[in-house]
């Protein structure tokens, strides 16, 4: 069985659904502080927190665990850098206790949700996975600090990983059943289409005044089902005595700020009302990842190239949790 650490939020669900439609049996171990009981609607579903190592060791010993993908983390960049320790208690510690149990019950196989935010400011684009990591918040470093621990485990231990670095992960499940849910949101194509709907008054552009060809930043927008795909192929990978290693999960193409808006007036046709505002504090200019590794490696072949595509799967999921 596979065990889903995080498996009731956005990616970890997403990941869940297609696992078991490829014949996997999960088991998804979630605390539920953000993420979501009715996301969990395939597999076995304990309810328990990586800070409570007994939680951890009685899932271990009441199934029979043959690897881990883990997605447990906070994720808001601005709170990283007001409350580290917050940060650094979860993303670093508790998944340290997470390890150490893979580790007294010998399950050697551990897929794990890293991020590009371990590159820091990037020095040159597309970034692959050579590029310098400088992370420059809280988030990001202890993301690179578990990524660097993985590498002491597999030398000292055997442990076998994938760290897989997501670019911006976008769309939700095509089949309508989940999707994208955070409370607080901040990420910018929910919360424009909270806009198309008038469940807030406007999307505010954060910094217009970017060295980018319209001012505003440039992001790589990956289909979250679409990650979930490269999960299972990097468990494979591993299963079938890959070697461990780190692999960027993006699309390869960049779109701006105002291009995301504008898709998505069309695909809403809806007017959506744009406001400019001062940047965002963190925000590099542009972040466009090569994901060639991944693809040559893993033989990972992302579906969904176009943008419009991606914010289609949002907005079909955006409509039915709001009828
Ligand atoms: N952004 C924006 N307005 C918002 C939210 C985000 O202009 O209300 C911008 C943000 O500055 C960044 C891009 O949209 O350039 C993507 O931001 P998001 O928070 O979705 O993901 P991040 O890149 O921070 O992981």
Redesign the pocket.
Known sequence: MILIVGGAGYIGSHLNKKINEKGYETIVFDNLSYGHRNFVKWGTFEQGDLGNIDEIRNVFKKYDIEAVMHFAAFTY?GESVEDPQKYYLNNVKNTLNLLQVMLEEDVKHFVFSSTC?TYGDPVEIPITENHPQNPINPYGRGKLIIEQVLKDYSHAYGLKYASLRYF?AAGADPDCKIGEMHDPE????P?ILDAADGKRED?????TDYDTPDG??I?DYIHVTDLADAHILALEYLQNGGKSDVFNLGNGNGFS?KE?IEEARKITGKEIKATE?PR?SG?PPT?IGSSKKAMEILKWKPEYHDLSKIIETAWNWHKEVNK
């Open positions: 960049v935010a911006n901040t990420h910018l194509i919360l999307i505010k552009i954060f910094g505003t930043c992001r700020v995301v505002a965002r925000d972040l």
